[in-house]
């Protein structure tokens, strides 16, 4: 009986650990989106240029894996339809307005900012559903305002050619979006949709978007043909989305939704890191406590949320 118990536990030790290497993986696989498309951006492509390769990109590789693994892309109701679209679109939202951050504002702070979606869901339940004031949310709402106060009021917000409140107001509405497409996929069951079926056309139905915006408003999507800016969408396209995606999905069910949030920090940490060595941000006391102040804030509610969905 021992024996059984023992080996158990150590399977259970396996699974755990494995869950929080791809925690890791996927938040700072994630934390490269800033600099793969800040290069790109530098390379000459626009905002629509390098959405509609990074997602298309990614939705071409995930219907390849589809076709090797006989998975269905087929949405099989009007019920599956409107949800994907409706969540592509609050996604592509996501995606524009961080893109526009990253071109405003140092993009550590853009990628904090919009790491505050899990406490503006909080928000928003507490404001629209009826859910029970707490204190922990109360406070951790409290801490991201005034965190977000001193980003932009901070030494290292400020990018040479950006638009610091463009960039700040897009980064908030990035955080905010996110929250919506988190509240609008779980309040619709869209999560019960096969995860493969589900992440491949929410990234096809973004691609299309941005295509579309760059037919009308540029009259067309640049065609990459140099060796640098291809391994820049690559990396964006596949180590950023791609893997990010995947092991977010292997990490929740190992070690479940809030210890994966939690590790999910390592994403603006990373963002931050990469952008002080390799884009020449620069970080002062403020930025560094309003950033500090935004991951304590964003931790406890992902704690509390856990506390709240065992009980």
């Known amino acids: 009986m021992g024996y059984i118990q023992d080996k158990v536990a150590k399977k259970q ?3 755990r650990f494995n869950g929080i290497f791809y925690a890791i993986i996927s938040s700072a696989s994630f934390g490269f989106s800033p600099l793969f498309s800040i290069a790109l951006m530098v390379a000459g492509l626009s905002h629509f240029d390098i959405l509609t390769y990074r997602w298309g990109i990614a939705a071409f590789v995930l ?3 589809a076709a090797i693994r006989g998975k269905t892309l087929k949405l099989n109701s009007f019920d599956e339809v409107w949800k994907i679209i409706l969540l ?3 996604r592509a939202v996501t995606s524009i307005t961080l893109l526009i951050g990253y071109a405003n504002i140092a993009s550590g702070i853009a ?7 899990p406490v503006v869901v909080a928000l928003c339940m507490m404001l629209f559903y009826g859910e029970k004031k707490s204190a922990a949310n109360i406070t951790s709402i409290a801490m991201s305002i005034f965190g977000v106060y001193l980003l932009a009021h901070g030494e290292g917000l400020i990018v040479e050619g950006g638009d610091t409140t463009l960039g700040l107001v897009c980064s ?3 955080a905010f979006s996110f929250a ?3 509240l609008v996929m779980k309040r619709t069951k869209a999560d019960k949709i096969e995860v493969v079926k589900f992440t491949t056309w929410i990234m096809l139905l973004s691609a299309v978007y941005f295509l579309i915006g760059g037919l009308v408003t540029e009259g067309g999507i640049s065609l990459v043909t140099d060796s640098r800016s291809w391994l820049y969408i690559l990396g964006l396209g596949l180590w950023s989305t791609m893997v990010s995606s995947f092991t ?3 990490a929740i069910r190992r070690i479940g939704p809030t210890l994966t949030s939690i590790l999910g920090a390592l994403q603006p940490l990373t963002a931050v890191i990469l952008g002080v060595i390799f884009l020449d941000e620069h970080l002062g006391v403020k930025t560094v406590l309003g950033i500090a102040l935004i991951l ?3 931790t406890i509610v992902v704690i509390h949320q856990g506390k709240s969905v065992k009980h």
């Open 13 to 15: 030790k396996r699974i």
């Open 63 to 65: 219907m390849i894996y």
């Open 88 to 90: 592509s679109a609050l």
């Open 111 to 117: 990628s904090t900012i919009n790491f505050m979606y």
């Open 172 to 174: 908030i509405i990035s």
């Open 180 to 182: 919506a497409y988190y």
């Open 248 to 250: 977010g999905v292997k």
């Open 296 to 298: 304590v804030a964003v």
